[in-house]
């Protein structure tokens, strides 16, 4: 075997080993509206495809800032540290909703008039003697962070973003 065939014998070889066949991917969070009525919306956060949490959001008011929900549809999103004089806040805060900046899924139980401004809750449990109100909020977004942080650290095949993806499917 002369030089040059050998110098394509191992350029097919290294090609092959070389070119990797995963393409990089999102992780992606679906939430799933499951019930509407006229005080609020409520369903389930899925990160990619598994782990479901409760959320909570206002109703839909055409996405009027501040008293409505957003619309159904696909948003990049980013994590987001807060600071404030009670500590460190952790939320995901969706990018690119039209008419409206600062939506997040964050921690809270009630969605009339109290702790979302059309912000996406999440819960691990639904208060069955109260309407429009979820339970264990802080435990859900906990889970939610280490859900995400293990996926985020993985050094085998870590996410290049984070997408979520919202869906009327009553």
Known sequence: ???????????????????????????????????????????????????????????????APFVSSIPAGEYSAQINKLHNDRGLHWRIELLGVRGRDRVQIHIGNEAVFKDTKGCILVGKDVDRRSECRITRSAEALADLKKMIDDRLDDPVDPPTGIRVVIKDVQ
């Open 1 to 63: 075997m002369n030089a040059f065939n050998l110098f394509l014998l191992i350029l097919a070889s290294a090609t092959h080993v070389l070119v990797p066949s995963v393409a990089p991917r999102e992780l992606v969070i679906t939430i799933e509206r499951k019930a509407s009525g006229p005080k609020c919306q409520m369903g389930y956060l899925i990160v990619d495809g598994a782990a479901r949490l409760y959320t909570l959001e206002l109703p839909d008011g055409n996405n």
